[in-house]
T-cell receptor, first 113, second 113 residues
Framework: DSGVTQTPKHLITATGQRVTLRCSPRSGDLSVYWYQQSLDQGLQFLIQYYNGEERAKGNILERFSAQQFPDLHSELNLSSLELGDSALYFC????????????FGSGTRLTVV | QKEVEQDPGPLSVPEGAIVSLNCTYSNSAFQYFMWYRQYSRKGPELLMYTYSSGNKEDGRFTAQVDKSSKYISLFIRDSQPSDSATYLCAMSGPAVGNEKLTFGTGTRLTIIP
C-alpha cells in the first residue's frame, strides 16, 4: 500500500456521462498530481494542486476539471465522456513542490462504452 | 518528436543477466531523473532518483545520467523473475514552478527463470 488512495478502482460508464474520481494523498503530502495512462500515449500529466491551489496544467481537456479540498483530498471530474477517454487515471502525491519523485496510487480504470 | 523517448521493448532476458534500460530526451532544462517500476494493474513505484549527471547505485540497481548526451540508463544486476515489470523513465526541470514529470512510454521487461 503506497499510502495514496484512489477510488473507485474500476468504473464502467456510457459515452456522454460524467464521472468523478477521488484521491486521498499520503498523510502529510501537500501536492496532488493527476495523470492519464493509455496504451498508446503512456503517462500524460493532467494537472497539479498544491495545498488547495492549482499549480500546473498539462494536456487536460476542457471537459475535465479537478480540485483539491481543504482536507487535501482531490477529485478529478470527467464529463461528456468519449470512448477515447478510456484509460487508467493515476493520482500521485508528494510532500513538497520539490522534485524528489512522487508516490502513485493504484489508479482508477475507466472504461467508456 | 516526444520530449522523452524510450524503447518500448518488450525485452526478455534470462534470470541472472544484466539488464540495461535507456531513455533519451530533448529538453536540456531537465535536471531531475527518475526510474519507476510498474507491475501490471498497479501504480508506478519510484525506484531511483538522480539529480543532474552522474551515477547512483542502490542494491542491484544503478542509474546513470549523461546530460551532455541527453541519455539516461538503468542497469539491473543479477536480474530476478520478480523484476519482470514495465520500467518508466521520468524527468523534470527545476524544482520550483515546474514539478510535473515527463515520462517515457515504458519498457516492458520479462526475466525468464
Amino acid at each position: 500500500d503506497s499510502g495514496v488512495t484512489q477510488t473507485p478502482k474500476h468504473l464502467i460508464t456510457a459515452t456522454g456521462q460524467r464521472v468523478t474520481l477521488r484521491c486521498s494523498p499520503r498523510s502529510g503530502d501537500l501536492s496532488v498530481y493527476w495523470y492519464q495512462q493509455s496504451l498508446d500515449q503512456g503517462l500524460q500529466f493532467l494537472i497539479q494542486y498544491y495545498n488547495g491551489e492549482e499549480r500546473a496544467k498539462g494536456n487536460i481537456l476542457e471537459r475535465f476539471s479537478a480540485q483539491q479540498f481543504p482536507d487535501l483530498h482531490s477529485e478529478l471530474n470527467l464529463s461528456s465522456l468519449e470512448l477515447g477517454d478510456s484509460a487508467l487515471y493515476f493520482c500521485a502525491s508528494s510532500v513538497t513542490r520539490q522534485n524528489y519523485g512522487y508516490t502513485f496510487g493504484s489508479g482508477t480504470r475507466l472504461t467508456v462504452v | 518528436q516526444k520530449e522523452v523517448e524510450q524503447d518500448p521493448g518488450p525485452l526478455s532476458v534470462p534470470e541472472g543477466a544484466i539488464v540495461s534500460l535507456n531513455c533519451t530526451y530533448s529538453n536540456s532544462a531537465f535536471q531531475y531523473f527518475m526510474w519507476y517500476r510498474q507491475y501490471s494493474r498497479k501504480g508506478p513505484e519510484l525506484l531511483m532518483y538522480t539529480y543532474s549527471s552522474g551515477n547512483k547505485e542502490d542494491g542491484r540497481f544503478t542509474a546513470q545520467v549523461d546530460k551532455s548526451s541527453k541519455y539516461i540508463s538503468l542497469f539491473i544486476r543479477d536480474s530476478q523473475p520478480s523484476d519482470s515489470a514495465t520500467y518508466l523513465c521520468a524527468m523534470s526541470g527545476p524544482a520550483v514552478g515546474n514539478e510535473k514529470l515527463t515520462f517515457g512510454t515504458g519498457t516492458r521487461l520479462t526475466i525468464i527463470p
